[in-house]
């Protein structure tokens, strides 16, 4: 399944989407299709990004840890080609956790877990303190444009956290502070040769592209501190794992989700909601024939010794 669908998706990236626009055709879909098809398959990339961790597993358990990394690496170089920058983040945090967790076991998961902590409880005040895109100068020109709308929409939102810190606004909330009549255009760069880029658009567009503030906006305090206990649940379950490479590719796996959320999707969102649930069935399966469960020959469940 992997190969086949790394295959599919470096055909699509390769051919500017040309399945897609076939199938488009097909049915004569016009309306709301960008100019580039590629930015359509930026949604799957990003969940590629994360289904990279469970198959290398997969692979090392069936064949061999030479073929593991092969397969990892080619997936890699595939989504380097993404017209998003999510899944490439997702694939280079998760690489150095992954990394990292194979040369020091014992504190990688220590410090993910104070920074996952650190990093949610402050986040609202943070995003407050993020530069103004719309002044910022060169010293900005390397990030995207995307980036930089970010910004904006970051610091829209932690000025709306801050008017009810507590319970928040309420769950799914963030698309109901502005409405199509509320589009402003946004400029930014303006100074900058070649960089500047303007765009119109609620100051929050359906949600705040990024999942932790979206938690703070929504639900406040409580649910803030709601997210921290269940992302140290998983950190300490994963810690648990007794096979060194297991564990530090279900942290990948959990580090590359974690900054996919902090960049894109809506909170909320049930296709990246069911992303995420899939990936970590696979992954826990994966896991699982190293000692949690398995199947007897006849088929019938059986529990190993870990």
């Known amino acids: 399944g992997g190969a086949v669908g790394f295959t599919f998706l470096a055909v699509e990236l390769a051919g500017q989407g040309a399945v897609t626009r076939f199938l488009f055709g097909l049915v004569g879909k016009t309306t709301g299709v960008p100019s580039d098809f590629t930015l359509l398959l930026n949604p799957g990339a990003s969940v590629a990004a994360l289904y990279l961790w469970p198959l290398g597993l997969a692979l090392r358990r069936r064949y061999s840890a030479a073929i593991a990394i092969a397969g990892g690496l080619a997936g890699a170089i595939i989504l380097a080609f993404a017209s998003a920058a999510a899944p490439i983040l997702a694939v280079a945090a998760g690489g150095v956790v992954f990394l990292g967790g194979l040369a020091w076991r014992r504190a990688v998961p220590v410090m993910l877990a104070v920074a996952v902590a650190a990093g949610v409880l402050t986040a609202p005040w943070t995003a407050a303190l993020l530069p103004d895109p719309a002044t910022v100068g060169e010293e900005f020109s390397v990030l995207p444009n995307s980036a930089l709308h970010r910004l904006h929409i970051w610091r829209t939102t932690a000025a709306h956290i801050k008017e009810r810190p507590f ?8 698309r109901a502070f502005y409405d199509k009549k509320a589009r402003v255009e946004h400029k930014f760069a303006v100074g900058t040769p070649g ?62 989700g974690l900054a996919v959320a902090a960049v894109s999707y ?17 992954m826990v399966a994966v896991v699982g024939r190293g000692g949690y469960s398995n199947l007897d020959d006849d088929g019938s469940m059986k529990v190993l010794e870990p």
């Open 266 to 282: 809506g909170a909320w969102q049930s296709w990246w909601l069911a992303g995420l649930m899939l990936t970590a069935g696979v």
């Open 167 to 174: 319970l928040g606004h309420g769950f799914d909330t963030s």
């Open 195 to 256: 960089k500047p880029w303007s765009v119109t658009v609620e100051p929050i567009p359906l949600h705040p592209h990024n999942g932790i503030l979206q938690v703070w906006l929504e639900l406040g305090l409580v649910g803030a501190l709601l997210l921290v206990a269940a992302l140290l649940a998983l950190v300490r379950a994963v810690d648990a794992l007794s096979d060194r490479v297991d564990r530090a590719a279900s942290l990948a796996l959990f580090t590359g």
